[in-house]
């Protein structure tokens, strides 16, 4: 039961976590900056992790609070998304050193971190999968609910990491700025594509 939770719990995150979005496109464009990468990929899969034991070991009473919070969440994470669309479009507009990979010094790290925390804790979809989704999943193990928990914690751990340190694959395409113009344009189409299906429930 143990093995089979656990295998279950790692499918469902990592079918999860896949989809494209903010968080996904800002750790991408960190690992192709090898800047501050351990920082922003541990940042996001502790924050899966903690959300994952959250709706695993405390599903029913998030489930009483979801309906109060929903509204909120929909509305704030649709501006915030529309927001981080425009800044993406404004870069891909302006172009220049700060869309190229090596270019310029590093970016400190606490305005780094503090753009990956907004980016985790301010999607609703963050609370509506990891939460809601995950912990219903939950309970068809209640005598494996923590090997399912350390499933889908791992499946976050292991998917982060390769986004991470595997964009560097990706450094010869993105040594041009042209190809950051682009990575600019796609990441505010998306965002701007999820916050439109936020205002629209």
């Known amino acids: 039961m143990a093995a089979e939770a656990f295998i279950q719990g790692f499918g469902l995150a990592l079918t999860l976590i896949l989809a494209i979005g903010a968080q996904n496109a800002f750790v991408l464009r960190q690992g192709l900056r090898r800047e501050h990468v351990l920082a922003v990929v541990l940042i996001c899969a502790v924050s899966d992790a903690v959300l994952i034991s959250v709706g695993v070991f405390a599903f029913a009473a998030a489930e009483r609070v979801m309906p109060a919070v929903v509204p909120l969440l929909r509305w704030g994470g649709a501006a915030f998304l529309l927001a981080y669309g425009a800044l993406s479009f404004r870069n891909a507009w302006r172009g220049g050193e700060a869309l190229e990979a090596g270019a310029g010094g590093p970016r400190a790290l606490r305005p780094v971190a503090l753009t990956c925390l907004a980016l985790t804790w301010l999607n609703p979809h963050v609370y509506l999968d990891t939460v809601a ?58 965002m701007w594509a999820i916050a439109a299906g936020l205002v629209l429930g």
């Open 133 to 190: 989704l995950i912990g219903s999943v939950s309970t068809a193990f209640p005598e494996a609910r923590l090997a399912f928990t350390v499933g889908a914690a791992s499946a976050s751990f292991a998917f982060f990491f390769a986004l991470g340190y595997g964009a560097r694959l990706l450094q010869p395409i993105f040594a041009r700025p042209l190809s950051w113009r682009v990575l600019d344009v796609a990441v505010g189409c998306v």
